[in-house]
């Protein structure tokens, strides 16, 4: 097939609730840019400047690994560094492991590595932990396998994301453009190409898929959702969770894998969990907040008696049904759905709007032109939900659901293992933070 041309494209990383900074507040200890500087004694020392070191592979049977070269401000996302590989080779590669830049860890030297056309008589050490986009050769022949599967010649393609948890790549054919997302497990391929035939009008398009590869490719189209001023789009978004959820197939998501999350004992595994203060610690809260969760326990104990007196069966949830992971200018279509479940129904919409009426989220659109939005979402969806008599259980559901969110993350990443030593994603103190902001 003829080689496509490797386009770039700057993106946060999905892992870290902080963006990608820039040197100097991501990297507190190191300086970047900087002439040396005189000291108050007079004598002159050199900024400890953090390096990276580029080792690349083809096809993973030959290996180059080129000298350090000093971690500047543009070098920390995938289209940094591949630009600064091109620069210091004239090759073009996909970023394997970006060993940690996009984390902001620091370190006196990264060792980023990548997969091009490079040929040298090293031998490529392994990637400890390394999931399968992150060994050598998958690019090529995933690139091989989208190229027959979809019989379209590839004329670009954007590495979009890469980290541990999943790797997103934007590809323009020549009629079209289509989103290629590789996951750690076969359910998101399996259970968007089943809602998709089922549901059509409720996920993007999808274009082909092969669970046993783990890969989904669906159709490009339209922006996300976070960014639209229309309330039509967003009522539209909550009824069709709404609707979603009471028309598929719990058993269907239980028989594809789907994991199903027990609502009856939420309060008093809450309750367990607040009060392990090692482990809060371990998740690098402060002493006055685990001091603070602690007082939440009352409140979720007493929210959880009156959402659980509405009696409601555990129904197909998205999993992480937030703005983010949903687009319009296609509709309104849902994506990502790695986290999928049966579940409590409420859960799906209280993470909704506790991520819309999260107090940095204030410049919103939808929120600057609609001041009451949060209410009449919640309106609207319980209207689709047929659920009147949770009318005044906004503020239950929202502590629940991050709740729930903790308990789930803290069993997933307490003891994970990544590619990056000693980093393991912040989900679990996030979802603590946020639910110490909700007001009691």
């Known amino acids: 097939m003829p080689e496509p041309q490797f386009g770039c494209k700057t993106t946060r990383n999905p892992m870290s609730k ?24 007079g004598f002159k020392y050199a900024v400890e400047v953090p390096a990276v070191q580029f080792l690349a592979t083809r096809d993973g049977e030959t290996a180059l690994k080129l000298p350090p070269v000093e971690l ?12 600064a590989f091109f620069e ?9 492991h970006d060993g940690g830049i996009a984390l902001g860890l620091e370190k006196d030297r990264y060792l980023v590595r990548l997969e091009g056309a490079v040929s040298a008589p090293n031998v490529y050490p392994p990637l400890e932990q390394a999931r399968v986009w992150q060994q050598p050769g998958w690019f090529r022949k995933t690139l091989s396998w989208l190229t027959a ?14 980290n541990d948890l999943a790797c997103v790549m934007r590809v323009q054919t020549e009629g079209r453009t289509v989103y ?20 059509p009008d409720l996920t993007p398009n999808v274009v082909a ?44 998501f239980r028989a594809l894998g ?19 203060v090692r482990t809060l610690r371990g998740w690098g809260l402060t002493a006055e907040q685990v001091a603070a969760l602690a007082e939440r326990v009352l409140h979720i104990r007493q929210a959880h008696e009156r959402v659980l007196a509405l009696n409601l069966p555990p129904l197909p949830a ?27 129904p409420l859960l799906d919409i209280g993470w909704f709007l506790a991520w819309f009426s999260h107090p940095s989220r204030t410049t919103l659109p939808l929120r600057q032109t609609h001041p009451d939005a949060e209410a009449e979402l919640w309106r609207s969806y319980l209207h689709a939900s047929d659920l009147p008599e949770a009318t005044d259980l906004l503020r239950d559901v929202k502590v629940l659901a991050l709740t729930h969110r903790v308990l789930v993350y803290h069993e997933q990443f307490y003891t994970w293992q990544g590619t990056v030593p000693g980093w393991r994603t912040e989900y679990v103190p996030y979802y603590l933070r946020c639910l110490l902001k909700l007001p009691l």
């Open 18 to 41: 902080a963006s990608a900074l820039p040197c100097a507040s991501r990297l507190s200890r190191f300086e970047c840019n900087q002439p040396p500087t005189t000291s108050a004694s």
């Open 72 to 83: 500047t401000p543009d070098r920390t996302s995938l289209k940094g560094l591949r630009k």
């Open 149 to 162: 599967t979809l019989g379209e010649t590839l004329s670009t393609v954007e590495q979009v994301s890469t």
């Open 318 to 344: 998205h999993g992480d049904a937030h703005p983010i992971n949903a687009l319009t200018g296609c509709g309104v279509v849902w994506l990502d759905l790695s986290e999928a479940c049966v579940a409590h």
């Open 88 to 96: 210091g080779t004239g090759g073009r590669a996909f970023v394997l």
């Open 258 to 276: 789907c994991p199903l999350h027990t609502f009856d004992d939420l309060a008093s595994r809450a309750e367990t969990f607040l009060h392990d």
């Open 209 to 252: 898929w092969d669970a046993d590869r783990r890969l989904l490719v669906t159709e490009g189209c339209g922006t996300r959702f976070s960014e639209s001023a229309e309330q039509a789009d967003w009522h539209t978004a909550v009824t069709k969770l709404a609707r979603f959820q009471r028309m598929a197939s719990a058993h269907s």
């Open 180 to 199: 290629l997302k590789a996951s750690q497990t076969r359910l998101e391929a399996a259970l968007t190409a089943q809602l998709a035939t089922r549901h």
